[in-house]
């Protein structure tokens, strides 16, 4: 089992739908979650971060985390044709500053 | 300096040939990471550092990588003996450290691109 699983897809949702990305993590005792994206032939940049259960908001984004479950997704509403990119799931080792990444979920936002 | 910059941007060498990747973070970040990426691949940790230290090398492929930090600044990464299947993207980033419980966001340079030979 990987320490981090993303679904790799391509997701593709219509432009203004929501687009739903998922993750789960085996580490129980994760702290911090982060969803960063890459667009191609770039470098990843961050989105937002995570350390408490429930959701945090921030414009058409929105992480929820459930460490019961040890699941994280990523919510993008309005989905824009800019949205289009592979985004990934990072996960802070227990204890660490280690962070370890996910494959990534491709997401294509068709216009 | 403004961002995390990493030099080569992009590197072809041939089988056998020893290179070295370098990543200059940001100005009074303590922590640096190394990650490779190949072709349509996620991230794949490589080793961090907090100040000029290694506490985790865990994810170095084999003992042909190696890496350090002087002056709690500037990072080296060095492959001996390439091979072909050390083609890859090697990201480097760096993050402010907020305590172990708390946040820390990393921020990328824009890689260093290996092509073996």
């Known amino acids: 089992q990987k320490e981090v699983e993303q679904n790799s897809g391509p997701l593709s949702v219509p432009e203004g739908a929501i687009a739903s990305l998922n993750c789960t993590y085996s580490?129980?005792?994760?702290?911090?979650f982060f969803w960063y994206r890459q667009y191609s032939g770039k470098s990843p940049e961050l989105i937002m971060f995570?350390?408490?259960?429930g959701d945090k908001e921030d414009g058409r984004f929105t992480a929820q985390l459930n460490k019961a479950s040890q699941y994280v997704s990523l919510l993008i509403r309005d989905s824009q044709p800019s949205d289009s990119a592979t985004y990934l799931c990072?996960?802070?080792?227990?204890?660490?500053?280690?962070?370890?990444f996910g494959t990534g979920t491709r997401l294509k936002v068709l216009a | 300096g403004a961002g995390v910059s990493q030099s080569p941007s992009n590197k072809v060498t041939e089988k056998g040939k020893d290179v070295e990747l370098r990543c200059d973070p940001i100005?009074?970040?303590?922590?640096l990471y190394w990650y490779r990426q190949s072709l349509g691949q996620g991230l794949e940790f490589l080793i961090y550092?907090?100040?000029?230290?290694?506490?985790?090398k865990s994810g170095l492929p084999s003992d042909r990588f190696s890496a350090e930090r002087t002056g709690g600044s500037v990072s080296t990464l060095t492959i001996q003996r390439t091979q072909q299947e050390d083609s890859a993207v090697y990201l480097c980033?760096?993050?402010?450290?907020?305590?172990?419980?708390?946040?820390?966001?990393?921020?990328f340079g824009a890689g260093s691109r290996l092509t073996v030979l």
């Open positions: 980033a760096s993050s402010l450290l907020a305590g172990v419980s708390g946040a820390n966001v990393l921020t």
């Open positions: 580490d129980r005792g994760s702290q911090s």
């Open positions: 995570i350390y408490s259960n």
């Open positions: 990072a996960v802070q080792r227990t204890g660490t500053y280690k962070y370890i």
């Open positions: 100005s009074g970040h303590t922590a």
């Open positions: 550092f907090q100040g000029n230290s290694a506490p985790d």
